[in-house]
């Protein structure tokens, strides 16, 4: 139909080719923010090395959130030569686009000679505990760093190759709920070529790490020798491969994690679980099938040392949950195995028990508080107990006596003083009316408490004996403790009241 004459037809704008990649992928990225429901007035830190990756992603946060809510973090390693050269092309960028920018240099290698860690473990480890703490420092929600799908290739195969199983597979988290920000790999989905072609065509630099292209570590001989030669000779479409099949890894894990957790929750196997300690019915463990077992102990370890991912451990190989499956299955009571970070897994007659290695337990360093009778009365705290010391009459005692809070001592001149200790398993117990002692283990034994149950256990010493441990009730030894008040009326009398 012909224009009416006078009146002017505006022409489309031309489309800008050079910019529109990366408009595409800042929209892209943007509405998978949104879609993670991600607060764009909060802050974010950026792991920020300078590289390809890292730039891209900072290029397109500044697009999608306030600039003065972006804290960019960049760390020398110390590791090369030109890792200077690096800290200074950042610190320009950062300087242009008038970003926060904080510093950080790092010893990988004292580091990593010390924990005996491969470079790139340590490297990893170290960077995250100084992320974890500029977040911190600035009340940071986020924390955002440029893993791209390549990475996630990458991931898989050095995971085959390691013996993964099927959590394993499941590759990089797109997000991950930590205990005070959340973690977010904004690119997982973006391959590096894209990246790089967005980056030339904007005119955008980036810094080059020169070890990327040397066959140093082993996913750098992945990525440079394994995966070019597989493109070459027979997928050259493996990236796309093998992406659709970590998405079905994780579509079966997520259906097998809900299974899994039915069968906790139905057959109520966990009996305690908190920060250091998770104990479980040994019984109802093993009438589960291997299968359910072993993903029962992956959640089980994972709850204990916060993993991102409940059922897939960084740091555990699949020999550690079969070690740990045969030794709760043959094992005998009161023996356990030491796991990696610091874990250790007890077998504790009908129960099993997971706990950190530095919780205090039965086995730990003698540790005592003295008090002078001379100085009574008096108010203590010992472990988790407040006990009151002081002197009480003869009638007070025979009203009270079968108190299970309240124990007496019949007071000695010779004695000044009453020790409140830890307990140990060379302890004897002297007992009443059979004029016999017996070992404080083997009354553990069969009273059936663990030794991760001990530990709530003290000792009350008094007259070089262990007079009373207190909370040691229904059993025969609660009447059976040797006792100190005589038949006759002392002139005095020792109360110790246990709150």
């Not at 408009?23 to 998978?32: A, G, W």
């Not at 686009?97 to 290698?109: F, P, Q, T, Y």
């Not at 139905?266 to 998770?278: C, D, F, V, Y």
């Not at 108010?379 to 809070?405: R, S, T, W």
Request: aromatic letters at 12%; proline letters at 2%; one cysteine or more.
């Amino acid at each position: 139909m012909a224009q009416a004459v006078g009146v002017q037809v505006p022409f489309p704008a031309p489309i800008n080719k050079k910019y529109a990649i990366m408009q595409r992928l800042i929209n892209i990225v943007k509405n998978l923010l949104k879609d993670l429901k991600i607060d764009f007035s909060n802050k974010v830190v950026i792991s920020l090395s300078g590289g390809a990756d890292s730039i891209f992603l900072t290029e397109l946060l500044t697009h999608i959130f306030p600039l003065e809510n972006l804290i960019c973090a960049h760390f020398n390693h110390n590791l090369r030569e030109s890792a200077m050269y690096d800290e200074n092309f950042v610190r320009q960028y950062c300087s242009d686009k008038n970003l926060k920018l904080i510093v950080k240099s790092i010893e990988v290698r004292d580091y990593s000679k010390l924990n005996k860690l491969s470079i790139e473990t340590a490297a990893r480890n170290l960077r995250y505990s100084e992320l974890e703490k500029i977040i911190d420092e600035y009340n940071a929600q986020y924390l955002m760093t440029a893993h791209t799908l390549d990475d996630n290739i990458e991931t898989f195969f050095m995971r085959v190759f390691r013996g993964a199983g099927l959590k394993g597979l499941r590759c990089i988290p797109l997000i991950a709920q930590k205990k005070k920000y959340v973690l977010i790999r904004p690119l997982l989905k973006i391959d590096k070529e894209t990246i790089i072609a967005a980056l030339n065509q904007n005119n955008i630099s980036f810094a080059n790490d020169e070890t990327n292209f040397q066959s140093l570590y082993f996913r750098n001989k992945i990525r440079l020798e394994l995966l070019p030669f597989i493109k070459n000779n027979f997928d050259n479409n493996l990236s796309a491969h093998i992406n659709n099949l970590i998405e079905l890894i994780n579509i079966n894990n997520n259906f097998l994690e809900n299974k899994i957790n039915e069968i906790l929750k139905k057959n109520n196997i966990i009996k305690i679980q908190n920060a250091n300690t998770i104990k479980f019915d040994k019984l109802k463990y093993q009438n589960q099938e291997k299968y359910c077992r072993y993903e029962i102990l992956r959640y089980l370890f994972s709850r204990l040392i916060d993993n991102n991912d409940v059922f897939c451990l960084y740091g555990f190989e699949a020999k550690h949950i079969y070690y740990s499956d045969d030794f709760i299955l043959n094992g005998v009571s009161g023996h356990f195995i030491d796991l990696p970070f610091d874990l250790q897994l007890i077998i504790e007659f009908d129960n099993v028990c997971i706990r950190k290695k530095n919780t205090s337990s039965i086995c730990s360093d003698f540790f005592s508080e003295t008090i002078s009778i001379k100085a009574l009365p008096q108010k203590i705290k010992f472990l988790n107990y407040e006990i009151i010391i002081e002197f009480c009459d003869f009638d007070y005692y025979l009203k009270n006596h079968k108190n299970q809070n309240i124990f007496f001592l019949e007071y000695l001149e010779k004695e000044q003083n009453i020790i409140f200790r830890n307990l140990r398993n060379s302890d004897n117990i002297k007992l009443a009316k059979r004029n016999i002692t017996k070992s404080l283990k083997k009354i553990f034994q069969e009273m059936k408490i663990g030794i991760t149950d001990r530990q709530k256990y003290f000792g009350i010493e008094y007259n070089q004996e262990l007079a009373h441990i207190p909370n040691l009730v229904e059993t025969k030894y609660k009447e059976l403790l040797f006792q100190k008040i005589t038949n006759t009326k002392p002139e005095k009398i020792i109360k110790i009241e246990i709150c």
